[in-house]
C-alpha cells in the first residue's frame, strides 16, 4: 500500500531543527551581539531601510556612511543578507532583532540544507550527524558568536545547497534542478562572494566526480549551462565589482601578502583544548592569528581515512553487504571530502605560501587564510557522516543490538561535539536598545576607532581621497589662521534648493561668476551632473576629493545624481534578461503553476514593500532662506520632518550650508526652540555642523553641507507656538557670526527659520 504524503514526512527534519537550537537561542538575550564586525551589519540595514524609504531599492551608495561622505558599499560587498534581514524588518521586528533573526536562519537553513544534501548521498542517519556536526563547526558558531560576520555566515546554507542540486541533477536530470543549481550558486555568490570564490573549485571538483560516476554527459553540460545561468544572473552584482574595484581601497588587497601573517604552522594549528576556545582576538590578533582546528575534527578525520580503507578492502557481513550496494559511490565521495579537508587545511598552513604567492592575485583579496576553514567544516561533516555509514543503510525494523550501539555513539558523539563547541561561546550581549541604532552612533563609533564607514578598514574610501581615514573627522593639523575675505556681490552665489532625494540633488544656481559647486560627498564613479539639462564633467577636488561641478555665470539649473556605469548598466540587463528568461521559461514548462506562483509571489513582495515605504515621500523641498553670516557662510535653506510636534516629540532639522569661502575658524551651529516670547529656551542643540564631524575648518568654498540637528520637546513644554532660529558663533567669545542679509537681520544675529506649533496629545 502506498504512504500518503504526509506519513512519509522525514521527522530527521524538525530533529535537525530542534538539535540546532542551542546554536541559535544565545542570540535571542536583550542587546545585540558582542562581536567583531556585527554592528556593521546592523547599520547597514539601516541604511538599506532608508533607502526603501527613499524610492531606491538597490543602493549601491549609502550617503550617510563615512561622516557623510558616502560610501559605495553594496557596489562592492554582496548584498544579500541584508534584504533577508530586511525582509524581516519590514514584516515588522526592528534591526536589531532583524539581524539576529537573519542569522539564525542561517544557521537553521544550513543546517537543513546539509541534511537535505547528505541524506541522498549517505543516508538518513549519517545526514543527521553531518547535519549537526556542519551546524556546530566551531568556525561556524564563530563566525555568528565572535565574528559577526553576517554574510559568511549566511554562506553555510548555500554550499551544501549547491552540492545538493547539482547531485539532483546527475540522479534526475529535470530542467527543475537546473534552476535549482542555478539559484543555489547564484545565491552563494550574493550572500558571499569570497566563499563563491573559494567554493567554486569544490563545485567543480564535484561536477567532475559525478560525471566520473555516471558518465552522463548531458549532466554535465545541464550543470555547466546552470552556472551560466547563475552568473548571469548575478552580473548586476559581479561586473561593477570585477570593473570598480581598483578605483577604492579595496584594490590594495589584490597586492598585498598581509595573509603571510595568518598562514599556521603545524603545530599550532592543532589545538589540543577541551573546548573551543573563542579567544576575542582570534584570527586577527598577534597572539592569535588564525583559528585553530580542535584534535576531536582531526581524530574525526582520522577515523573518516580509515572508513575509507574499510571500504575499499570491501566489507563481509550483513552491514557490508548494504554498504557494498553502492560502495563505489560511497568511496569516492569519501575520497573527495577527504580531499577537500586536506586541501583547506593545507591552505591555512605556512606549507601554503608558495600557492599563495604563486596564485596571489586572485587569493590576496581573502585576506585571512582561515576563510578555508568553511570548506574544513563542509567536509569534516560529511566524513563524519560517513563514519555511521551502515546505519544509513539499515531497513525496515531490523535494529540489533550493534544497531543501537551506533546510534548511542552516534548521539555521544553529536553531544560531545555540541559540548566542544558551545562550553566556551561569546554569549555576553552588547547593551544596545533600537532607539540606539543612528547614522550619529555609527559616526562616534567609526570616530573613536579611527575608521570610516562601518568597516575596518579604508576598503570604501576612493582612490582619489588624500586625507587618511583617520583625520576625515577632525579638522586640518596644519592650519593657519587667516582674517576671512569680505565678498563683494559679484562673488557671492545663490542657491534656491529644489527636490533632494536619497542620492540626488535639484537646485537653481545664480551667479555673477563661473564657480566650482562641492558637495559634501565623496567624488566617485557614478556621480553625474547637469546643467540646464545639459550633462557636464564632475571631478574630486581637495583632499577629501568631494565632488565638485563647475556652474558657468548666469542663471542655471543644476542637478546631480547618483546613477548607473557602464558596467552596472551592462549587469542590470544581463540578470535583469536571465531572470525574464527563467521566469519566461517556467510559465512555458509548468504554465499555470508558474504563473500562480511568480504572480503571487511578486503581488506579496510588491505589496510589502509598498505598505514599509508609504506615503512614498521620496524627496523633500526645503524651505528657502539665503542668509549670508559675515561672507563666510550662507543658510540656503532648511527643513523639517513634521508640520506639528507634541510635547516628549524630537523636533528633526536639516540645514543646507552654502560655503563662500573656507575659514580658519571651527564656527558653532546652534539651533534653539524658543517661547513666541523669545524669553524662554525650550529646546536647544548646539555644536560642531553635521553632528560635530565636519569642522567648518573643513569646508571647501562652494560646499553645500547638509547639517541635521535634533532638538528634544520636554514634556512639560506648554501647547503654543514656539519660534525656531538658527544662526553660528565663535566658540571662544560666544559671539554669533554677524547676518549681512538686510532683510532677516536681527539683534541678536539669529535667524529665525520659523514658527513650529506643539499640540496638546
Known amino acids: 500500500m502506498r504512504l500518503s504524503r504526509a506519513t512519509r514526512f522525514d521527522l530527521n527534519y524538525v530533529w535537525v531543527l530542534l538539535l540546532g537550537l542551542p546554536a541559535v537561542l544565545p542570540l535571542f538575550q536583550s542587546g545585540y551581539l558582542d562581536s567583531h564586525d556585527g554592528l556593521f551589519h546592523l547599520y547597514r540595514l539601516a541604511a538599506l531601510d532608508k533607502a526603501f524609504k527613499g524610492g531606491v531599492f538597490y543602493p549601491r551608495l549609502f550617503p550617510d556612511f563615512a561622516f557623510g561622505y558616502g560610501h559605495a558599499v553594496l557596489n562592492y560587498y554582496s548584498p544579500l543578507t541584508y534584504y533577508v534581514a530586511q525582509a524581516f524588518h519590514m514584516l515588522g521586528p526592528g534591526y536589531i532583532l532583524s539581524i539576529k533573526l537573519t542569522f539564525a536562519a542561517g544557521f537553521l537553513l544550513g543546517a537543513v540544507a546539509m541534511y537535505l544534501y547528505a541524506k541522498g548521498v549517505l543516508g538518513r542517519y549519517p545526514a543527521l550527524i553531518a547535519a549537526v556536526v556542519y551546524t556546530y563547526f566551531a568556525y561556524h558558531l564563530a563566525d555568528t558568536h565572535l565574528r559577526g560576520a553576517l554574510a559568511e555566515a549566511f554562506a553555510f546554507v548555500f554550499m551544501p545547497l549547491c552540492l545538493w542540486a547539482m547531485h539532483r541533477l ?11 543549481l542555478a539559484l543555489s550558486y547564484a545565491g552563494l555568490i550574493l550572500t558571499h562572494n569570497l566563499t563563491a570564490l573559494i567554493f567554486t573549485p569544490v563545485l567543480l571538483g564535484y561536477l567532475a566526480l559525478l560525471w566520473f560516476l555516471s558518465r552522463r554527459g548531458k549532466s554535465v553540460l545541464l ?6 545561468i547563475a552568473v548571469g544572473l548575478t552580473a548586476f552584482y559581479w561586473l561593477p565589482v570585477l570593473t570598480e574595484t581598483r578605483y577604492v581601497g579595496l584594490a590594495a588587497n589584490l597586492g598585498s601578502q598581509g595573509y603571510q601573517r595568518h598562514l599556521a604552522s603545524l603545530v599550532g594549528f592543532i589545538s589540543l583544548s577541551p573546548v573551543f576556545r573563542y579567544l576575542p582576538d582570534l584570527g586577527g590578533g598577534v ?26 578492502k570491501g ?18 565521495h569519501v575520497v573527495f571530502f577527504l580531499g577537500v579537508t586536506l586541501a583547506s587545511i593545507f591552505m591555512m598552513l605556512s606549507y601554503s605560501l608558495p600557492v ?41 525494523d531490523r535494529t540489533d543490538w550493534r544497531t543501537w550501539r551506533r546510534y548511542g555513539l552516534g548521539l555521544g558523539l553529536l553531544l560531545l561535539l555540541m559540548v566542544y563547541a558551545l562550553a566556551d561561546l561569546p554569549t555576553q550581549p552588547l547593551p544596545l536598545e533600537e532607539e540606539q541604532v543612528t547614522v ?56 534656491t534648493l529644489g527636490k533632494q532625494g536619497f542620492v540626488s540633488s535639484e537646485m ?23 546643467v540646464d539639462g545639459r550633462e557636464v564633467e564632475v571631478y574630486p577636488s581637495g583632499d577629501l576629493a568631494l565632488l565638485t561641478v563647475d556652474v558657468p555665470a548666469g542663471e542655471h539649473t543644476v542637478e546631480v545624481s547618483f546613477e548607473d556605469t557602464p558596467p552596472r548598466l551592462v549587469g542590470n540587463v544581463v540578470s535583469l534578461l536571465v531572470a525574464l528568461g527563467l521566469i519566461g521559461f517556467a510559465i512555458f514548462r509548468w504554465r499555470i503553476k508558474a504563473i500562480v506562483v511568480v504572480a503571487v509571489g511578486g503581488l506579496l513582495v510588491g505589496a510589502l514593500v509598498a505598505w514599509h515605504s508609504r506615503p512614498f515621500s521620496f524627496s523633500t523641498t526645503p524651505q528657502q532662506k539665503g542668509v549670508n553670516l559675515e561672507d563666510q557662510v550662507q543658510l540656503v535653506g532648511y527643513s523639517l520632518d513634521q508640520e506639528a510636534y507634541h510635547p516628549g ?47 567648518t575648518t573643513r569646508w571647501l568654498a562652494g560646499e553645500l553641507v547638509v547639517d541635521h540637528h535634533a532638538l528634544y520637546i520636554p514634556p512639560e513644554a506648554p501647547p503654543g507656538r514656539y519660534k525656531l532660529f538658527t544662526g553660528m558663533y565663535e566658540f571662544e567669545t560666544m559671539r554669533n557670526l554677524t547676518i549681512l542679509t538686510p532683510e532677516v537681520a536681527s539683534p541678536g544675529n539669529r535667524i529665525l527659520l520659523q514658527d513650529v506649533e506643539v499640540v496638546p496629545r
Not at 546527475?170 to 535549482?180: A, K, M, W
Open 170 to 180: 546527475f540522479t534526475r536530470g529535470r530542467s527543475l534542478d537546473v534552476i535549482l
Open 223 to 228: 550543470a555547466l549551462l546552470s552556472s551560466v
Open 287 to 312: 597572539d592569535n592569528p588564525f583559528y585553530p582546528l580542535g584534535l576531536i575534527y582531526v581524530l574525526l578525520i582520522l577515523a573518516a581515512a580509515g572508513v575509507l580503507v574499510w571500504l575499499l
Open 315 to 332: 566489507p563481509t557481513g550483513e552491514a557490508g553487504s548494504q554498504v557494498r550496494t553502492d560502495s563505489r559511490r560511497t568511496r569516492w
Open 356 to 396: 599563495w604567492r604563486l596564485a596571489q592575485p586572485i587569493l590576496a583579496s581573502l585576506q585571512y587564510p582561515w576563510r578555508f576553514m568553511s570548506l574544513t567544516s563542509l567536509g569534516v561533516a560529511m566524513l563524519t557522516g560517513c563514519l555511521f555509514l551502515s546505519l544509513g543503510k539499515v531497513a525496515g
Open 440 to 495: 550619529v552612533r555609527m559616526w562616534e563609533e567609526d570616530f573613536a576607532a579611527r575608521q570610516i564607514g562601518a568597516t575596518w578598514t579604508a576598503e570604501y574610501v576612493p582612490i582619489w581621497v588624500e586625507a587618511d581615514r583617520s583625520v576625515v573627522g577632525l579638522p586640518p593639523a596644519d592650519l593657519v589662521p587667516f582674517a576671512p575675505k569680505d565678498l563683494s556681490p559679484d562673488e557671492t552665489p545663490h542657491l
Open 508 to 530: 537653481q544656481v545664480s551667479s555673477a561668476q563661473r564657480f566650482p559647486l562641492r558637495f559634501h560627498t565623496f567624488y566617485f564613479l557614478g556621480w553625474k551632473a547637469y
Open 649 to 695: 516629540d524630537t523636533i528633526h532639522v536639516t540645514l543646507y550650508w552654502l560655503a563662500l569661502q573656507e575659514m580658519s575658524q571651527n564656527y558653532k551651529v546652534f539651533v534653539h526652540l524658543m517661547d513666541e516670547g523669545t524669553s524662554t529656551m525650550w529646546a536647544q542643540h548646539d555644536g560642531d555642523p553635521v553632528e560635530g564631524f565636519t569642522p
